[in-house]
């Protein structure tokens, strides 16, 4: 372990990081995540968009300890600034990792929150490249989206699918 500033404590080599991990149960790794993100949510606090994927990461390794709504959030919002930046790569694993999450919740509980991330998942996999994923994510998107009885969705979704092949004129 190493200090790099004082009053702040990193590990030399990733190697001391998952030695240590490895002693811990799940559950004490969760608690530790836990109270990592709180603390960085504290240090972050004025300036938190530079660092909402580090956020995030915490958040989510935190659940079970802590429920996964806040590393949802976190996760998509990241995402959107990835999107912003052109880190389309990015965007789709942060993307992936809020529908993970959002998924150890109870099934269905919040279908328009799971429409929507498919959406933005399905542009950054277009955007990064990888159109075989993108309409799979577009696909899942329209069809929730007619079982939920919201036309507009279900366009955007086709949309989405159709990507490049669709012109409007």
């Known amino acids: 372990v190493g200090a790099g500033v004082p009053g702040r ?5 990733a190697l001391f990081r998952e030695v240590l991990l490895e002693g811990l149960s ?3 790794r969760a608690e530790a995540h836990g ?3 709180e603390a960085l949510g504290r240090l972050y606090a004025d300036a938190p968009e530079p660092r909402l994927a580090e956020l995030a990461h915490h958040w989510l390794e935190a659940v ?3 429920p996964p709504e806040r590393g949802i959030n976190l996760a998509a919002r990241a995402g959107d600034r990835s999107m912003g930046l052109l880190a389309y790569e990015e ?8 529908l993970s999450a959002l998924e150890l919740r109870a099934a269905g509980t919040d279908p328009e929150r799971r429409r929507d991330l498919l959406l933005e998942l399905g542009a950054a996999l ?6 075989v994923a993108a309409r799979e ?3 899942e998107a329209g069809e929730l989206s007619a079982r939920l009885g919201q036309p507009e969705c279900q366009a955007q979704a086709a949309l989405g699918y159709a990507g490049r092949y ?3 004129g």
């Open 26 to 28: 799940a559950q004490e």
């Open 137 to 139: 994510s577009f696909m």
């Open 9 to 13: 404590t990193r590990f030399a080599h």
């Open 64 to 66: 079970p300890a802590v």
């Open 126 to 131: 277009r955007n990064s490249g990888d159109a």
């Open 35 to 37: 109270r990592c993100a």
């Open 91 to 98: 965007a789709a694993r942060l993307y992936r990792r809020s």
């Open 166 to 168: 669709w012109t409007s």
